[in-house]
């Protein structure tokens, strides 16, 4: 159980677009999820915090109009990175806290992480 | 403020047992846990421990805790090459929020 699953694994987009990423909880119910930026060999930084059908709370230093998150059901979050440019390149985790059959309360379950590269 | 420290990188031989050190500053946290993460991939909690502990034993692993020095280590045994990673204390805040903050990681690397 606790299974969170993110797609894309990776991607590759010119700079200028906009890339959605989608974290999804398989098998329980996620009432808060949570989004990471990991710079390589650094250590995750908490981006946002959604709870399902509210809006998002950003971290101090993280522009909400770039970083679009939307939890609009109760197994799926999507962030959505616009206008992206070369220094928004970076691996995504996102997290997933909920209710469910051998779920630890209060406990996040990681997804496995999106590489993004913007040339 | 919540802030995490580690050491940034431990080397050991096959078999040895390892030791990775975490401090933390915020004396109200209630959880503290250590994740293992693999190059490329996502983060798996690999044990945790509530802050009115002094220790936790799963099998290979052990977690020390002294909330006095706010100072949490996680020793493997028997360390095996597929041990090598990198692995993450983090410290849970008691708001309701419930956020992690996480040290930088720590590098283990086994040598055969």
């Known amino acids: 159980g606790a299974v969170v699953s993110q797609h894309p694994s990776w991607v590759i987009c010119k700079s200028g677009t906009s890339v959605k990423i989608e974290c999804r909880s398989l098998?329980?119910?996620?009432?808060?999820m949570f989004w990471y930026r990991q710079f390589p060999k650094q250590s995750l930084m908490l981006m946002a915090t959604s709870n399902e059908g509210s809006k998002a709370t950003y971290e101090q230093g993280v522009e909400k109009d770039k970083f679009l998150i939307n939890h609009a059901s109760l197994t799926l979050s999507t962030l959505t990175v616009t206008s992206a440019h070369p220094e928004d390149s970076s691996f995504y985790i996102c997290?997933?806290?909920?209710?469910?059959?051998?779920?630890?309360?209060?406990?996040?379950?990681f997804g496995p992480g999106t590489r993004l590269t913007v040339t | 403020g919540e802030d995490v420290e580690q050491s940034l990188f431990l080397s050991v031989r096959e078999g040895d047992s390892s030791v990775i050190n975490c401090t933390y500053t915020?004396?109200?946290?209630?959880?503290l846990y250590w994740y293992k993460q693999e190059p490329g991939a996502g983060l798996q909690l690999l044990t945790y421990?509530?802050?009115?502990?002094d220790m936790k034993q799963d099998q290979r692993l052990t977690v020390l805790l002294n909330k006095k020095d706010k100072h949490l280590s996680l020793r493997i045994a028997d360390t095996q090459t597929g041990d090598s990673a990198i692995y993450f204390c983090a410290e849970r805040t008691p708001s309701n929020t419930g956020k992690l903050i996480f040290g930088q990681g720590t590098t283990l690397q086994v040598k055969p």
């Open positions: 997290s997933a806290r909920g209710t469910g059959r051998g779920l630890l309360t209060y406990e996040q379950y």
């Open positions: 915020d004396s109200s946290s209630t959880y």
């Open positions: 421990i509530f802050s009115n502990m």
């Open positions: 098998d329980f119910q996620a009432t808060t």
